[in-house]
C-alpha cells in the first residue's frame, strides 16, 4: 500500500504564540513494516522552522499524529522536515511518562543498581504501540541526512 499525499496548509503557534504556516503531508511505503512518514515543509523563511525549533517541530507532529494517524498500526513513523536549508530526518520517540500516564500496557524488571539499588527497566511491545495513543518528540534528536526509505517515500 504506497501512498504519498497532498502537501496541506498547517497554522501552528511559534515560540511566541504568534501563527505561523508550514506544509506537511504524509506517506506510507509499500514494505512488511508499514512506515509512515510524515514531511514537514517550511519554505517562507518569516515563519518559524521546525528544523530549528523543538517547540514547533513537536506540536505539528503531534497534532498531525493526533489527527491523521490514530488509531493506525504502523511498523514505525519517521520524520523528514525540509527548509530553504536542505531535506533532513529526525528520529520520533515516544514520551515513556505520557504512555505510563495514560495506564498503556509495559513489562517492568528490577535491575540491580549501583549501590545495591533496584531500579526498574521498563520494555513496551511494539506491536502495543498505536500511533496517536501517546505523544511523540524529537528532544534528542539531531538532523540526519534522509534513509534511502525515506527519501523512497517523499521523492
Known sequence: MAYQGSFMDLIYPDESGSPAVMQYRIAFTNTPELLAVIHLRQLDPSFVSPMSSLTARDHVLNRIV???????RVGSIRVAIED??????????????DYLLRGL????????????????????????????????????????????EVADAIV
Open 66 to 72: 493526533a489527527e491523521q494517524l490514530t488509531g493506525i
Open 84 to 97: 530553504p536549508s536542505g531535506v533532513f530526518e529526525f528520529a520520533l520517540e515516544f514520551d515513556l511518562h
Open 105 to 148: 500496557p509495559f513489562d517492568s524488571t528490577p535491575v540491580l543498581a549501583a549501590g545495591g539499588r533496584f531500579r526498574e527497566e521498563f520494555s513496551i511491545a511494539s506491536d502495543r504501540a498505536i500511533a496517536g495513543s501517546v505523544r511523540v518528540h524529537t528532544a534528542h534528536a539531531t538532523p540526519q541526512p534522509l534513509s534511502q
